[in-house]
T-cell receptor
Framework: QQKVQQSPESLIVPEGGMASLNCTSS?????YFWWYRQHSGKSPKMLM?????GEKEEGRFTVHLNKASLHTSLHIRDSQPSDSALYLC?????????????FGTGTLLSVKP | ETAVFQTPNYHVTQVGNEVSFNCKQT?????MYWYKQDSKKLLKIMFS???????VNETVPRRFSPQSSDKAHLNLRIKSVEPEDSAVYLC???????????FGKGTRLTVV
């Protein structure tokens, strides 16, 4: 069973619209959540990370985290065609060496001009 | 800009052959990883090394073996490949605990 669940599987939004992506972990040991973006044929690149309850904003991107429910969401306002990509949520837990990321299955976002 | 370099970009081989993939990072990171991304784009960690020491070894078939000569290099060898090994293998690195993981461009393996 996948420990990190993402929804929806795919999403189509008009250019200039708001895209909202969701992610929940079933592992109560996780401390950090990460959002990665992967354009077609490219490697994943980190967009944002969050470990505290609340909200974090960077430009058009906002991430929310509710640690009690282990739910995070990514919101993209004023979506652009260049935002079309696979968005991967990952969770990690503190302790040990390195950063073992457990990824969800992703949300494929398509922004239509 | 890429700071995690993987070779080759693509590799096509027959069932039963042995393959090796190379990875080098120039970020000065202590930890390196191998991830496998399947045809459904699911990304799963296979191995993690910290300063040449294996620290994570997920449940992968024994035909997979990582090799690290120093903290900047982490190679992956697959003995006797099988059709289900067809995937994109992504090498990555990070500075330490709960820090950003940087990915290479991947090696696409096709087993025929």
């Amino acid at each position: 069973q996948q420990k990190v669940q993402q929804s929806p599987e795919s999403l189509i939004v008009p250019e200039g619209g708001m895209a909202s992506l969701n992610c929940t972990s079933s592992d109560r040991n996780v401390d950090y959540f990460w959002w990665y973006r992967q354009h077609s044929g490219k490697s994943p690149k980190m967009l944002m990370s969050i470990f505290s309850n609340g909200e974090k904003e960077e430009g058009r991107f906002t991430v929310h985290l509710n640690k009690a429910s282990l739910h995070t969401s990514l919101h993209i306002r004023d979506s652009q065609p260049s935002d079309s990509a696979l968005y991967l949520c990952a969770a990690s837990s503190y302790g040990g060496s390195g950063n073992k990321l457990i990824f969800g299955t992703g949300t494929l976002l398509s922004v239509k001009p | 800009e890429t700071a995690v370099f993987q070779t080759p970009n693509y590799h096509v081989t027959q069932v039963g052959n042995e393959v090796s993939f190379n990875c080098k990072q120039t970020l000065g990171h202590d930890t390196m990883y191998w991830y496998k991304q399947d045809s459904k784009k699911l990304l799963k960690i296979m191995f993690s090394y910290n300063n040449k020491q294996l620290i994570v070894n997920e449940t992968v078939p024994r035909r997979f073996s990582p090799q690290s000569s120093d903290k900047a290099h982490l190679n992956l060898r697959i003995k006797s490949v099988e059709p289900e090994d067809s995937a994109v293998y992504l090498c990555a690195s990070s500075l330490g605990q709960n820090t950003e993981v940087f990915f290479g461009k991947g090696t696409r393996l096709t087993v025929v």
